[in-house]
């Protein structure tokens, strides 16, 4: 208890100091600032890979694959959401969904029972359209996953294969927050907050 008495102390004093040297105002406006944004990029990041079934590194690689290769992050994004669902779809025996993961030969468990990713099902499904030569063929299977406006979109990206976009995430690591870099940004923003309260209790006391 002592412990925590001291730190919100501490703090307390460092907010009235800052906001004696700076003006509370500015210094509020700007942490304020700092905190939005490391909560947007963090819960947005989180908020899409959850809903892709994916991690948040092969979330910011896929997106960025497909802007450099003729679709967009938007479309990647939306695509492996969709995907995802396509993936329950099998595993509830959907028979739609099941004939057609069937014929393309993609498998949603391995030989041991064990559920495969929806990361590894992407690259499956990536190198499964990528050689079919029909472009005819390859648009109608395509739009049965993602419907027709969206796999018109994510087909240039997905046409590349998953050793492309292995070899691209391997490449490009360094514009990639990995999974601790996420966490702690996550932990920040609650530290941020902290942090806010805390001057605004000293400026109060200027």
Known sequence: KDAGRGIESSFSSIGTRLGESFGISAII?????????????????????????????????????????????????KGIAKLNEKIGDVRRNVPEAVKLFKELGIEVYDAGGKAISTEDVYGSFADKLKAIEDPAIRASVAAEIFGEKLA?????????????????????????????????????????????????????KL
Do not use: C, H, W, Y
């Not at 959850?50 to 960025?64: M, P, T, W």
């Not at 018109?152 to 690591?173: D, H, I, V």
């Open 29 to 77: 406006a700007g942490l304020s600032v700092a905190v939005s944004r490391a909560m947007d990029l963090a819960d947005e990041i989180r908020g899409a890979s959850d809903a892709g079934g994916v991690g948040g590194e092969f979330l910011q690689s896929g997106r960025l694959f497909a802007n450099e290769n003729g679709s967009n992050s938007e479309a990647f994004t």
């Open 152 to 204: 018109s979109k994510l087909t240039p990206a997905l046409m590349q294969g998953s050793a492309a976009l292995k070899e691209f995430t391997q490449e490009n690591k360094f514009k990639i927050l990995d999974e601790r870099e996420l966490a702690t940004l996550d932990a920040a923003k609650d530290k941020l907050k902290a942090l806010k309260t805390s001057m605004l209790t000293g400026s109060a």
